[in-house]
């Protein structure tokens, strides 16, 4: 006999065992739906792309984590998103898609870092964009919230909140202080608020930056209060910037429409200090949190951005859109006890026989599939303990047993495995049961 | 301005358009429902698995089609099939598995072949197996075409036939005729039936087998009629073999299972001359045919194995299954109008304003979208016959109107696209029509 190799996955490579699998589809099938629920199309670019396309805009980090490899003349490489697609995608089909453009892409990324708990090297991302073509609504903004809102509460969850800011405030903000080639720098010291406290952040600013300037800087990022006061305090501010204040009217009007689209006022709130990075998103940009596990971090993320396509072509095309990190939070969630695939099962019944009426069974299975029920059938010669050993393993909450008398009298021993009770019915009773 | 990139995608790589694309999911969906239907749990593997793992069994054209890379230290490889990774995990899972272990999966495989029309490099498929640790009863074999039946029906087709055999006829043919060596240039002449006629297929066989084991070969496959007088006649023909008889014994029980389980008469066959490639499949095969495009070839096959897991472990997992090649299917039946994604839409509704009614607008998207309807709004600055083009684009069948007079009396204009009725009513009403 050969040497056998022993099989083994990737590190960094998420694979489950089958009822996680059920209920990462689940979860994958609930934001899809939830995603059609607001009328976005599907897509479903393909996970090779060409290297020269897909990196057009990439560079640093991006780059290093690449999957790049050349097969014949081709210089290859595998998505690390599912936004720079959508770019190629809205270029390449210009002249044959509906702007605004609306789609949703639910599929896997892949990324080489360094594999460490929690983070995979191959993920997926469910993604949510709205393209304009040369302009785009400020009011789609006040929806993109609604739709987080209506994807994490089909999840199941209630406390979360989606924080909301625009980019155009912070740079506004240090525009007028004439503080833009130090924003990175005060971002980073600010981001450290939670850690080090409001007078750390003040010390180390004052470091660097103008006393005066720091007063103001501290005097907005306190502003506190409900979504009322803060756009408020904020005009208080009296900001003489154009950019600033173009930045609050947005806001302002997201806010609005965020409301008016149905989100309650507990599930979404502006906070001042998010930013989501500086390179990208030009205006609204989103966060959101679960409320009891905020330690977890952002679980859907997105914003605005001025302009998708800039690599591709001279077309302008602005944008707006969130990414759930599928793969992350179905982790992080069954890790903290939050959600369990412990008694999850695709089957609603198992039919069994009692020793060998296989014709019987096969009969009593395709009946209950007519009615529509999902239905396995074992029909292996085992003995009926190692059946249902493996009843009780797959969690199935119901087993059929077909034996002798079952036949002879035509009925069926339906036995519900949570409560143990077992009844000798007529299929038709069966499927009544089972449909409960 | 920098130079721009023109995008493209690669050649051999299958991207819809939308309205395509919504009809493909809904194809994948059906599939996915009806493999959960016989109780067959979802997996899904990585894409990228260690080359050495994945090439354990392979070779020839297999290895020469592969995409293999290296990425640090690591020699990977894109997954050509869904039966490689079933092994691995089956061995790598073993101890927290339970067999029969029954499993879907559906996805994209990569082959790096020569794009040809309606042959793609990163294609779909759609997989279902049965493992047994051991043995597998044969009845497995008789419920598979009812997993194929339930399916294309599903699909929506009715006029298919289900193709059986069992490799082990044929095998214990040659066999009792001393041609075992033979076989697969026998078969291969025997393929040509349908093209050159039986005479010239019995001339070709003379010029290098021996005219009396001719005479019975020629016999075997003009076995026909209908399944009983096929199996009739194989019995009558008296082959003291074996390998023969045992497939014989199989056969007639897939038959009678295949009955039980539910399939017509007129969607299965005994079909003596699939034999599905030489090295792979031990027992039963399947070919599943559209009656009326029966040039596109099988598209769904299958078959049983006696060991899927022979590279990794010595432990005895035999398996049955079958694969539907989703992309390519997709490819056939659009380009032979068998099926058409013109009329596709996955929005319910598009609700616009006649002139700024952008808050009512989002108020009533919100009120449909909480009676379960996909909703879709445009809010976009411009004029109302741009947006009725858009809708007729997308294939909407329904379009919200909100004006001045409908904000004012709490009502929405509900245009019907297909008829052109328009009616003022208030939502309910609209949101039951729409519904209807």
């Known amino acids: 006999m050969n040497k056998k190799m022993q099989p083994k996955t990737l590190p960094g490579f998420m694979e489950l065992l089958p009822n996680e699998q059920i209920l990462f589809n689940k979860m994958r099938e609930t934001i899809q739906k939830s995603y059609e629920k607001y009328g976005f199309l599907p897509l479903d670019t393909p996970i090779i792309e060409d290297a020269n396309v897909l990196l057009a805009k990439a560079g640093g980090e991006t780059e290093k984590q690449i999957y790049r490899f050349e097969k014949g003349e081709n210089d290859l490489a595998l998505r690390f998103d599912l936004t720079v697609p959508l770019a190629k995608y809205v ?3 210009y002249d044959k898609l509906n702007f605004p453009f ?15 708990r929690g983070r995979y090297r191959e993920f997926y991302q469910c993604d949510v964009d709205i393209i304009g073509d040369g302009k785009l609504s400020i009011i789609n903004d006040g929806e993109i919230p609604s739709i987080i809102y209506n994807t994490f509460k089909s999840l199941g969850f209630d406390d979360f909140t989606i924080c909301i800011n625009n980019r155009k405030i912070l740079n506004g903000l240090f525009n007028s202080l004439e503080l833009e080639e130090d924003a990175s720098e005060i971002l980073r010291i600010i981001d450290k608020i939670d850690k080090i406290g409001i007078d750390n952040v003040k010390n180390e600013l004052l470091k660097s930056v103008e006393k005066e300037k720091v007063e103001t800087i501290i005097k907005f990022i306190c502003i506190d209060g409900d979504n009322d006061s803060k756009i408020k305090s904020l005009e208080e501010l009296n900001i003489d910037n154009e950019v600033f204040q173009e930045g609050l009217d947005e806001l302002k009007q997201v806010i ?10 507990n599930n979404f709130k502006i906070d001042l200090t998010i930013a989501r990075g500086l390179d990208y998103y030009t205006g609204t940009v989103y966060e959101t949190f679960l409320d009891k596990y905020r330690n977890l971090g952002s679980v859907c993320s997105g914003g605005r951005y ?5 690599y591709y072509t001279d077309r302008k095309m602005p944008g707006v859109g969130i990414s759930i990190g599928l793969s992350r939070l179905f982790f992080q969630l069954v890790d903290n006890n939050i959600i369990s695939a412990e008694k999850e099962c695709i089957s609603d019944v198992l039919v069994v026989s009692m020793t060998d009426e296989y014709e019987a069974c096969a009969e009593v299975a395709r009946k209950l599939r007519d009615n529509n029920l999902n239905v396995q059938i074992n029909i292996e010669e085992q003995k009926l303990g190692k059946k249902f050993r493996y009843a009780d393993n797959i969690n199935v909450k119901y087993v059929i047993i ?3 008398d079952e036949v002879k009298n035509n009925v069926v021993t339906l036995k519900n495995m949570i409560t143990g009770e077992q009844n000798t019915i ?3 009773e069966a499927v009544k049961l089972i449909k409960e």
């Open 426 to 428: 007529n299929i038709e």
């Open 102 to 116: 609306k789609r949703y892409q639910i599929g896997k990324v892949y990324r080489g870092e360094k594999p460490q």
């Open 306 to 310: 001025d302009n998708l396509t800039e």
């Open 91 to 93: 270029t390449e089909y």
């Open 402 to 404: 077909m034996g002798e």
């Open 256 to 265: 609005k429409f965020v409301k008016i689209f149905g989100v309650p006022e």
